[in-house]
Antibody, heavy 119, light 107 residues
Framework: EVQLVESGGGLVQPGGSLRLSCAASGFIFSTFGMNWVRQAPGKGLEWVSHISSSGSTIYYADSVKGRFTISRDNAKNSLYLQMSSLRDEDTALYYC????????????WGQGTLVTVSS | DIQMTQSPSSLSASVGDRVTITCRASQSISSYLNWYQQKPGKAPKLLIYAASSLQSGVPSSFSGSGSGTDFTLTISSLQPEDFATYYCQQSYSAPGTFGQGTKVEIK
């Protein structure tokens, strides 16, 4: 069974940093692209970042470019999102999601980890 | 960036109704269009990928059509478990923008 489990969320002050993790199991992690998608409270879905299966290709939304860094460790079956210079508007539930590649739908999602940016 | 516009933003329907949701892209995205269902407090679930391909395990009452800029998601006979919010997403190019969502409520 495919499982994606996010962790690392919490309360952080504006300007602070946080590192999210996503532990994957039940599939060959190194053969799938991975994504971060966020959802602000009561709002819609916002795509954040994609990393290819090997980690060689990375994309970011303009809203996080230069502040967030996506990475993966295929040996540990893990995906990461390093977030810095956090803003109030980064407050959201952050999901990791699996896709075969950048052109594919996201067929499995984690349960999300909540990031709250507030003073 | 490619903008995705869904309509309507919300709708009320009864069990057994046929429901259609539309999604329009700001430029051609070929068939790189996905549909998701999200229920309150849950992660989104992939229903349709590549505009018209049904994801494994999804009831055949769901169908998708379209190409280029105009797409539709159809639920042929609405069931109680189908009341949810539906999102389209383009995967033609990064960023993989989502539509704003369509909330399907009980009439």
């Amino acid at each position: 069974e495919v499982q994606l489990v996010e962790s690392g969320g919490g309360l952080v002050q504006p300007g602070g940093s946080l590192r999210l993790s996503c532990a994957a199991s039940g599939f060959i992690f190194s053969t799938f692209g991975m994504n971060w998608v966020r959802q602000a409270p009561g709002k819609g879905l916002e795509w954040v970042s994609h990393i290819s299966s090997s980690g060689s290709t990375i994309y970011y939304a303009d809203s996080v470019k230069g502040r967030f860094t996506i990475s993966r460790d295929n040996a540990k079956n893990s995906l990461y999102l390093q977030m810095s210079s956090l803003r109030d508007e980064d407050t959201a539930l952050y999901y990791c999601a699996r896709s075969y590649d950048i052109w594919s739908g996201y067929d499995h999602w984690g349960q999300g980890t909540l990031v709250t940016v507030s003073s | 960036d490619i903008q995705m516009t869904q309509s309507p933003s919300s709708l009320s329907a009864s069990v057994g109704d046929r429901v259609t949701i539309t999604c329009r892209a700001s430029q051609s995205i070929s068939s790189y269009l996905n549909w998701y269902q999200q229920k309150p407090g849950k992660a989104p679930k992939l229903l349709i990928y590549a505009a018209s391909s049904l994801q494994s395990g999804v009831p055949s009452s769901f169908s998708g059509s379209g190409s280029g800029t105009d797409f539709t998601l159809t639920i042929s006979s609405l069931q109680p478990e189908d009341f949810a919010t539906y999102y389209c997403q383009q995967s033609y190019s990064a960023p993989g923008t989502f539509g704003q969502g369509t909330k399907v409520e009980i009439k």
